[in-house]
């Protein structure tokens, strides 16, 4: 579910969901967006650029081995607009507990460089408790702006 358009002259889509999110072909981080029931885009894999057009909670799962590229490079060119940078409220994070440290590394990375808060993390495709928190969390979230 999306409000995305794409703008015709340039082939950026344009959104202004208030949330969006990165998943691989695996499709976990999806999988769990689309259980919030709420209007969503995905950052595609194709490299297709999106831009934010409204503030956003970006839902991102961790990649990568040890000490290396856990921020999917996709959400780092994301991130790289500073239009999107300017419209980030805070991060959600995705990841596997078996990896102990690096467990949702992205969206602590993505905190920091970006100074907004990390909202939740959630493990792989998230328990029903999670859907419930995240979607409570953002609907209290939109009623205080």
């Not at 769990?32 to 991102?60: M, N, S």
């Not at 856990?70 to 780092?76: E, G």
Request: glycine fraction near 8%; charge should be neutral.
């Amino acid at each position: 579910m999306t409000s995305a358009t794409v703008e015709p002259t340039t082939g950026i889509r344009q959104t202004t969901d208030r949330v969006i999110h990165f998943s691989s072909s695996s499709g976990n981080t999806d999988r769990f967006v689309q259980k919030l029931g709420i209007e969503a885009t995905r950052i595609p894999l194709d490299g297709t650029p999106v831009q934010a057009r409204a503030p956003f909670v970006l839902v991102v799962p961790t990649y990568g081995a040890e000490g290396k590229g856990h921020v999917p490079p996709k959400v780092v060119a994301f991130l790289n607009d500073p239009v999107n940078r300017s419209h980030l409220l805070g991060v959600i994070g995705a990841g596997n507990t078996n990896f102990h440290d690096t467990y949702c590394l992205a969206a602590d990375i993505i905190a920091a460089k970006c100074q907004v808060p990390v909202f939740y993390k959630f493990e792989l495709m998230g328990t029903p408790d999670d859907v419930d928190r995240v979607r409570e969390g953002l609907e209290a979230l939109w009623r205080r702006r």
